[in-house]
């Protein structure tokens, strides 16, 4: 079973708007992370927030998380045709064996169009 | 630094075949894992290992085994192809236990048929 889930599955926008995914999960985590994955490719980390953050920003992305509510959201600014790709948010499963497995939500299709 | 680094790109099987996928990583990373991708499915945890000599299932494990000889490599193996199977698979490392960032490889295109 899926622990984080996405929304919307898909999204199309111009170049220059501001792009929001949103992700809601089941259980109470440890962290929240954003991966991106352009087509044909493996995944790229692109950003953690923990628990105990409510909000993270790294370059164009800003990221939220509101623990009672269980969901973030990943907001990327200023799109660019080049941020075309699926989006997936992760959360930690819990500690099985001493390793934290994340598991993955089904992800959001960005396209960006120029 | 290569990274992730997954053999063959892509494989087509018939059913019953038994192959290996091949997953190596430079990183010095304890933790290495194997998902599979499906449409619409998202990625989903078929094993993982903590350590050389340590291994532990996932989601998905029915029809896949792995083992951890060394810290480099983690190997998954299809012993009986089904085209239940047929997907992209994903090898992912990661330098922390506390479900820190992952590592992915480029994938490994398998269609059984």
């Known amino acids: 079973s899926q622990q984080g889930e996405e929304d919307p599955q898909a999204l199309s926008i111009q170049e220059g708007e501001n792009a929001t995914m949103n992700c809601s999960y089941k259980?109470?985590?440890?962290?929240l992370q954003w991966y991106r994955q352009n087509s044909g490719r493996g995944l790229v980390h692109l950003i953690l927030i923990r628990s105990n953050e409510r909000e993270k920003h790294s370059g164009r992305l800003r990221v939220t998380l509101d623990t009672s509510k269980k969901s973030s959201s990943l907001l990327i600014t200023a799109s660019r045709a080049a941020d075309t790709a699926s989006y997936f948010c992760a959360t930690d499963a819990g500690l099985s064996g001493g390793y934290n497995k994340l598991i993955f939500g089904a992800g959001t299709r960005l396209a960006v169009h120029p | 630094n290569a990274g992730v680094t997954q053999t063959p790109k892509f494989q087509v099987l018939k059913t019953g075949q038994s192959m290996t996928l091949q997953c190596a990583q430079d990183?010095?990373?304890?933790?290495m894992s194997w998902y599979r991708q499906d449409p619409g499915m998202g990625l989903r945890l078929i094993h993982y290992s903590v350590g050389a000599g340590i291994t532990d299932q996932g989601e998905v494990p029915n029809g896949y085994n792995v083992s951890r000889s060394t810290t480099e490599d983690f190997p998954l193996r299809l012993l009986s192809a089904a085209p239940s199977q047929t997907s992209v698979y994903f090898c992912?490392?990661?330098?922390?236990?506390?479900?820190?960032?992952?590592?992915f490889g480029e994938g490994s295109r398998l269609t059984v048929l």
């Open positions: 992912a490392s990661s330098y922390s236990r506390g479900a820190g960032e992952l590592f």
């Open positions: 990183m010095n990373h304890e933790y």
């Open positions: 259980t109470s985590i440890n962290n």
